[in-house]
C-alpha cells in the first residue's frame, strides 16, 4: 500500500503538471492574439475560462485520488497497529510535495500571463485592461486548488493521528481470543452437566477434564486481558500527546483546543467502553448458561420467556459438579476485574 500510495502522488505530481500546460498553452495562445487588434474576442475570453475550468476540475480529480490513495495507506497500516510520528510525517511529506507543486504551477501560470500581456504593449493591455480580467478568472481557480491541497493534508493527517481506529482492531482481535477461551472453557463443562442431566452423576474424569479447561481458558483470556492494557494506555498517552504535537500541528498551522483534545480522547475512552460492555456481556452470560443448565433450562428459548422440556440436574450431580461452577464463577469474576483493570488505563 505504501508503495502504491507513492505512485499516486509521484503520477498525480505528472497529471497537475500536464493539466495545467495545456491550460496554460491555450491561456497563452490566446492572449498572444491579442498583438494583432489589440483585443480579446468574446469566443478567447470563452476559450480561456473554459481552459481554466478544465485544469480546475482536472487537478482537483486528481487530488482526490492522491487523497483516497494517502487515506488507504493510513488505513492498512491502522489495521495492524498505530501509525508512527516518523509514518505520519513521511506521508505529509509526500503530501507537502505535492502541495508545493500545485503552487509553483500556478505561479508560474500567472507569470506567463504577465509575460504575454505586458509584451504587446498595448495600452489596453494594462493591469486595468485583458491581464486584470484573465488574473481575475484565474484567481477563483488558485484558490481553490490551494484551499483543496490544505484540506487534503489536513484529512489525512487527522485520519493517521486518530487512535480510536486501531485501537478498535486491538479490541476487537482480544474480544475474539476471549469468545474463543470462554467457549473452551464452558462447553466441556455445559457437555458433562446435560450428560449429567440423563444419567444423574459426573465422573472423576469429567470433572478433571473441565478442570484442565478451565485452567486453560483462564490463562488464554487474562493474558489476552493483560496483553491489550499497554495498546490502551499508549492510545490513551497518544490521544492527547499527538493532538498537540507532530503531523497535525504541521498541517493546521496552529496548536488545537483544550475541545479538540477532549474529543480525541473521548474517542479513545469511547471504544474501551463499548469493549468493556461486549466482554462483560460475554462473561455474564457464562454463568447465566451453567445457571440455565443445572435448572434444565434452554437458555436461548428461556429468552423467549419459555420454559424448555427438560429434566434438572439431579441434586447429587449438582453437587459434584458445584465446586467447578464456583471456580468458574470466581474466574469470571476475575476476567470482569480485568476488564475494568484495562478500561481504566
Given at each position: 500500500?505504501?508503495p502504491a500510495a507513492a505512485a499516486a502522488a509521484a503520477a498525480?505530481?505528472?497529471?497537475?503538471?500536464?493539466?495545467?500546460?495545456?491550460?496554460?498553452?491555450?491561456?497563452?495562445?490566446?492572449?498572444?492574439?491579442?498583438?494583432?487588434?489589440?483585443?480579446?474576442?468574446?469566443?478567447?475570453?470563452?476559450?480561456?475560462?473554459?481552459?481554466?475550468?478544465?485544469?480546475?476540475?482536472?487537478?482537483?480529480?486528481?487530488?482526490?485520488?492522491?487523497?483516497?490513495?494517502?487515506?488507504?495507506?493510513?488505513?492498512?497500516?491502522?489495521?495492524?497497529?498505530?501509525?508512527?510520528?516518523?509514518?505520519?510525517?513521511t506521508i505529509d511529506g509526500r503530501l507537502q510535495r505535492v502541495?508545493?507543486?500545485?503552487?509553483?504551477?500556478?505561479?508560474?501560470?500567472?507569470?506567463?500571463?504577465?509575460?504575454?500581456?505586458?509584451?504587446?504593449?498595448?495600452?489596453?493591455?494594462?493591469?486595468?485592461?485583458?491581464?486584470?480580467?484573465?488574473?481575475?478568472?484565474?484567481?477563483?481557480?488558485?484558490?481553490?486548488?490551494?484551499?483543496?491541497?490544505?484540506?487534503?493534508?489536513?484529512?489525512?493527517?487527522?485520519?493517521?493521528?486518530?487512535?480510536?481506529?486501531?485501537?478498535?482492531?486491538?479490541?476487537?482481535?482480544?474480544?475474539?481470543?476471549?469468545?474463543?477461551?470462554?467457549?473452551?472453557?464452558?462447553?466441556?463443562?455445559?457437555?458433562?452437566?446435560?450428560?449429567?442431566?440423563?444419567?444423574?452423576?459426573?465422573?472423576?474424569?469429567?470433572?478433571?477434564?473441565?478442570?484442565?479447561?478451565?485452567?486453560?481458558?483462564?490463562?488464554?483470556?487474562?493474558?489476552?486481558?493483560?496483553?491489550?492494557?499497554?495498546?490502551?494506555?499508549?492510545?490513551?498517552?497518544?490521544?492527547?500527546?499527538?493532538?498537540?504535537?507532530?503531523?497535525?500541528?504541521?498541517?493546521?498551522?496552529?496548536?488545537?483546543?483544550?475541545?479538540?483534545?477532549?474529543?480525541?480522547?473521548?474517542?479513545?475512552?469511547?471504544?474501551?467502553?463499548?469493549?468493556?460492555?461486549?466482554?462483560?456481556?460475554?462473561?455474564?452470560?457464562?454463568?447465566?448458561?451453567?445457571?440455565?443448565?443445572?435448572?434444565?433450562?434452554?437458555?436461548?428459548?428461556?429468552?423467549?420467556?419459555?420454559?424448555?422440556?427438560?429434566?434438572?440436574?439431579?441434586?447429587?450431580?449438582?453437587?459434584?459438579?458445584?465446586?467447578?461452577?464456583?471456580?468458574?464463577?470466581?474466574?469470571?469474576?476475575?476476567?470482569?476485574?480485568?476488564?475494568?483493570?484495562?478500561?481504566?488505563?
Open positions: 500500500t505504501v498525480g505530481g505528472d497529471d497537475i503538471a500536464a493539466a495545467f500546460a495545456a491550460a496554460e498553452t491555450l491561456v497563452v495562445s490566446a492572449l498572444r492574439s491579442t498583438l494583432v487588434d489589440g483585443k480579446l474576442d468574446p469566443s478567447e475570453y470563452g476559450a480561456i475560462v473554459r481552459a481554466v475550468a478544465a485544469a480546475e476540475l482536472r487537478v482537483t480529480r486528481t487530488l482526490d485520488s492522491v487523497e483516497v490513495s494517502a487515506l488507504g495507506e493510513v488505513a492498512a497500516a491502522q489495521e495492524d497497529g498505530f501509525v508512527s510520528e516518523d509514518e505520519r510525517r502541495a508545493v507543486l500545485v503552487s509553483a504551477l500556478l505561479r508560474s501560470f500567472e507569470r506567463e500571463v504577465a509575460a504575454a500581456t505586458g509584451a504587446t504593449g498595448a495600452a489596453g493591455l494594462g493591469a486595468t485592461g485583458v491581464a486584470a480580467d484573465v488574473r481575475e478568472i484565474l484567481a477563483p481557480a488558485a484558490a481553490l486548488l490551494r484551499r483543496r491541497m490544505a484540506t487534503l493534508r489536513s484529512a489525512v493527517a487527522t485520519a493517521a493521528a486518530d487512535h480510536a481506529v486501531p485501537l478498535r482492531r486491538v479490541l476487537q482481535r482480544a474480544d475474539d481470543a476471549v469468545a474463543a477461551a470462554v467457549s473452551r472453557a464452558t462447553n466441556p463443562l455445559l457437555a458433562v452437566l446435560r450428560t449429567a442431566r440423563a444419567d444423574g452423576h459426573v465422573s472423576t474424569g469429567e470433572l478433571a477434564a473441565i478442570d484442565d479447561a478451565l485452567d486453560a481458558a483462564n490463562v488464554e483470556v487474562s493474558s489476552a486481558l493483560m496483553a491489550i492494557k499497554p495498546t490502551v494506555a499508549y492510545a490513551t498517552w497518544a490521544a492527547v500527546h499527538g493532538a498537540r504535537t507532530g503531523t497535525v500541528i504541521t498541517v493546521h498551522g496552529r496548536t488545537p483546543t483544550p475541545e479538540k483534545v477532549a474529543e480525541a480522547v473521548h474517542r479513545v475512552h469511547n471504544e474501551l467502553i463499548k469493549s468493556r460492555d461486549a466482554l462483560a456481556r460475554r462473561i455474564a452470560r457464562v454463568a447465566a448458561e451453567v445457571v440455565a443448565t443445572l435448572a434444565g433450562i434452554d437458555v436461548a428459548v428461556s429468552r423467549d420467556f419459555q420454559t424448555a422440556a427438560a429434566v434438572a440436574v439431579s441434586v447429587r450431580a449438582a453437587n459434584g459438579v458445584l465446586p467447578v461452577v464456583l471456580r468458574l464463577r470466581r474466574i469470571a469474576e476475575g476476567w470482569s476485574s480485568l476488564v475494568d483493570d484495562v478500561a481504566a488505563a
